[in-house]
């Protein structure tokens, strides 16, 4: 696991807005792994159908000329059978969510997409007019990935393969938009377009994940992604199921958990429906939740 921050000059103007992409539910059993439902059901209680509630919440950063828009949820454009399994709920969209910020999709310079499984990445790709192919849905933007994952994904194994689909990956590579974060060397990260934040790379829910960390008004903000999907996984144990290496989940999760209490962290949850962001706290159990907040009340 390494954390490796980005080079370049800081922006004399930055702003971060948060970009509801769309709720849905999984599976609580599937979201908890081995933890039984006696004791996740307490923070993410489960309806009839044993389903919990998801967010897809993304992030918008406002750097200079630069509009950098962080995941972008699964999207429209598949059947009707396909979003019958996760039970869309609300009204939030990308668009309704920009344009309340004052923002088009056109205007996005960069999407930068933390792993390309179908709830974080399938909004960067749409129909196009006539419904005969696929198009980028931000025809302006440079879309962000690694070498390694994007190997990961197009080559994928029989675990993932139902989140890796083809139709939200190969029209980024087939536009000549896709680009790689590149990674010279172990020890740095060195991105070209000098993107305003560091990653942390993770393995254990998929190769090479990445989590951004920004510095936004003196805090250090962190998308979380995958590595700590709601505030009810913060226990070190509780550790989904759809991990592809749950055993090294745990060292990268405990290893972060534990920093972020010590440094005073603000965890920008993806997939809380109903917190926002979080903050931690060393007790005699371990790491635990200490405040939440809605980003209002944090940054405004």
């Not at 060397?185 to 000098?194: I, L, P, V």
């Not at 996984?233 to 990268?252: N, Q, S």
Request: aromatic fraction near 12%; charge should be negative; glycine fraction near 6%.
């Amino acid at each position: 696991m390494l954390l490796v921050i980005c080079g370049g000059k800081k922006s004399a103007f930055m702003k971060l807005y948060p970009i509801e992409a769309g709720n849905f539910k999984l599976d609580g059993g599937a979201m908890f792994g081995v933890v039984p439902k006696t004791l996740w059901n307490r923070t993410n209680p489960a309806d009839e159908n044993n389903m919990i509630d998801i967010a897809a919440r993304c992030l918008l950063i406002e750097d200079g000329d630069k509009l950098i828009l962080i995941d972008t949820g699964m999207g429209d454009k598949q059947s009707e059978k396909f979003f019958s399994y996760y039970y869309r709920w609300g009204d939030h969209s990308i668009d309704k969510s920009l344009e309340k910020h004052g923002f088009h999709r056109d205007d996005i310079t960069d999407v930068f997409m933390t792993h390309l499984h179908f709830d974080h990445c399938g909004g960067s790709i749409q129909w196009n007019k006539n419904r005969t192919g696929y198009e980028p849905a931000f025809k302006n933007a440079r879309f962000w990935s690694n070498k390694e994952h994007w190997l990961w994904a197009t080559q994928p194994n029989e675990r993932e393969k139902a989140s890796f689909l083809k139709e939200n990956i190969i029209p980024m590579e087939q536009s000549g938009q896709l680009h790689f974060v590149e990674r010279k060397d172990t020890e740095t990260f060195k991105q070209s377009e000098n993107l305003p934040f560091g990653v942390l790379f993770v393995d254990g829910h998929t190769d090479k994940q990445m989590i951004p960390h920004i510095t936004y008004k003196d805090k250090t903000l962190v998308f979380m992604a995958d590595l700590l999907p709601t505030a009810g996984h913060i226990p070190l144990p509780y550790v989904m199921g759809y991990d592809t290496r749950p055993l090294l989940t745990l060292p990268e999760k405990d290893k972060f958990l534990k920093q972020a209490a010590d440094e005073n962290f603000y965890l920008f949850l993806e997939h809380d429906a109903h917190n926002e962001i979080i903050s931690l706290k060393h007790t005699e159990k371990g790491v635990r939740l200490d405040q939440s907040f809605s980003f209002n009340e944090l940054f405004n």
